[in-house]
């Protein structure tokens, strides 16, 4: 075992092995989480083929957090992959034990298990990681859809993330996500960092901790750490969309509830949803009376998102991930 060493020498300045502990949350998909297993090894090859830079020690960790422990025969016929068994539901739970997991690492690196990185997206996080001592660095996740996609789906925007597009490799960041991350644990051991429980049913728990970890240190982009998301069909539908819309915004609302809690922001965020709720109606409206169906579904995304803020910011919780109940209630002084 290695032991961690203090990130403020991390960049590629300094010497030693870093380990970085590569960690993959799994529910109900074997076969998935199996493929992307298979996709890993090259990843570290490309990382330990890099010619003067700093020696790295990869390993690599599944979390399952299927109750019957689905994925523990598969995921052990992976030499040289690490199989852990967390029962509680939510993500927050998941991502936790992959913290208390990588005690001897240097860096975690989180990675959802139906994605396929792209080459080099391993080495290109590490190295952004050492050059520039970031608490954290985070790359583009692009989501792959099928060519008869609804075209209402399509000119909506549901699935696109281009707020980063250009963005340069090394420029600062103010959240992630942790469907493509790597955290500096020497950060987050400095401010005892935690994925907050309260989120882990509704999301919205990797924006909270990314946030109160840029705080420590920057957090920065690398454009050629790319990950690809196949979107399941079953999410290729309005409903699912809309929905979708409606529980970023929500999760998104309960985020600035836990950094600024106070009855200013709660009253912004009503407000704003309440805008954004009434004007989304009144374009969608305007869409399908004119046939345009980017107003339309442009305009049904904006409804969502609005209705997601005004409840969040009523105490109102949507829980995307419950097995079970889809809402509770939060009281507003909480």
Same mark, same amino acid.
């Given at each position: 075992?290695? +032991?961690?060493? @203090?990130?403020?020498?991390?960049?590629?300045?300094?010497?030693?092995?870093?380990?970085?502990?590569?960690?993959?949350?799994?529910?109900?998909?074997?076969?998935?989480?199996?493929?992307?297993?298979? &996709?890993?090894? &090259?990843?570290?090859?490309?990382?330990?083929?890099?010619?003067?830079?700093?020696?790295?020690?990869?390993?690599?960790?599944?979390?399952?957090?299927?109750? $019957?422990?689905?994925?523990?025969?598969?995921? #052990?016929?992976?030499?040289?992959? !690490?199989?852990?068994?967390?029962?509680?539901?939510?993500?927050?739970?998941?991502?936790? #034990?992959? /913290?208390? &997991?990588?005690? *001897?690492?240097?860096?975690?690196?989180?990675?959802?298990? @139906?994605?396929?990185?792209?080459?080099?997206?391993?080495?290109?996080?590490?190295?952004?990681?050492?050059?520039?001592?970031?608490?954290?660095?985070?790359? +583009?996740?692009?989501?792959?859809? +099928? *060519?008869?996609?609804?075209?209402?789906?399509?000119?909506?925007?549901?699935?696109?993330?281009?707020?980063?597009?250009?963005?340069?490799?090394?420029?600062?960041?103010?959240?992630?996500?942790?469907?493509?991350?790597?955290?500096? /644990?020497?950060?987050?051991?400095?401010?005892?960092?935690?994925?907050?429980?309260?989120?882990?049913?509704?999301?919205?728990?990797? %924006?909270?901790?990314?946030?109160?970890?840029? $705080?420590?240190?920057?957090?920065?982009?690398?454009?050629?750490?790319?990950?690809? *998301?196949?979107?399941?069909?079953?999410?290729?539908?309005?409903?699912?969309?809309?929905?979708?819309?409606?529980?970023?915004?929500?999760?998104?609302?309960?985020?600035?509830?836990?950094?600024?809690? %106070?009855?200013?922001?709660?009253? #912004?965020?009503?407000?704003?949803?309440?805008?954004?709720?009434?004007?989304?109606?009144?374009?969608?409206?305007?869409?399908?009376?004119?046939?345009?169906? &980017?107003?339309?579904?442009?305009?049904? !995304?904006?409804?969502?998102?609005?209705?997601?803020?005004?409840?969040?910011?009523?105490?109102?919780?949507? /829980?995307?991930?419950?097995?079970?109940?889809?809402?509770?209630?939060?009281?507003?002084?909480?």
């Amino acid at each position: 075992m290695h +032991p961690a060493v @203090d990130g403020s020498a991390r960049t590629a300045d300094g010497g030693g092995v870093r380990r970085v502990l590569v960690a993959v949350p799994t529910y109900r998909r074997p076969e998935v989480v199996g493929r992307l297993l298979g &996709e890993l090894p &090259e990843q570290h090859r490309s990382l330990s083929g890099r010619d003067g830079r700093h020696p790295v020690e990869v390993d690599v960790l599944v979390i399952d957090n299927d109750p $019957d422990g689905g994925a523990r025969d598969l995921v #052990r016929a992976h030499p040289g992959v !690490r199989y852990v068994h967390e029962p509680r539901p939510g993500l927050t739970a998941v991502r936790n #034990r992959a /913290l208390d &997991e990588s005690a *001897d690492a240097d860096a975690l690196v989180f990675i959802d298990d @139906d994605e396929t990185p792209a080459p080099g997206w391993l080495a290109g996080l590490v190295d952004t990681w050492l050059s520039t001592g970031a608490a954290g660095v985070s790359g +583009p996740v692009v989501s792959l859809l +099928p *060519d008869d996609l609804d075209p209402w789906i399509r000119a909506g925007g549901f699935f696109a993330r281009r707020y980063r597009e250009g963005l340069a490799t090394g420029a600062p960041i103010l959240e992630a996500a942790t469907s493509n991350l790597l955290v500096d /644990l020497a950060a987050v051991r400095e401010r005892g960092l935690r994925f907050d429980p309260q989120f882990g049913l509704s999301g919205g728990e990797d %924006s909270l901790f990314t946030r109160r970890l840029a $705080d420590v240190r920057p957090l920065r982009w690398c454009a050629e750490a790319v990950v690809h *998301d196949p979107v399941a069909p079953e999410r290729l539908t309005r409903a699912w969309v809309c929905r979708r819309a409606l529980s970023l915004a929500n999760s998104g609302a309960r985020v600035e509830l836990a950094l600024r809690p %106070s009855p200013t922001t709660r009253a #912004r965020l009503v407000a704003g949803g309440t805008v954004r709720l009434i004007g989304g109606g009144l374009t969608a409206a305007l869409g399908r009376a004119s046939g345009s169906a &980017e107003r339309s579904a442009r305009g049904a !995304r904006t409804r969502w998102r609005g209705a997601g803020l005004l409840l969040g910011g009523l105490g109102l919780t949507y /829980l995307e991930y419950g097995r079970g109940r889809r809402w509770r209630w939060e009281r507003p002084g909480r």
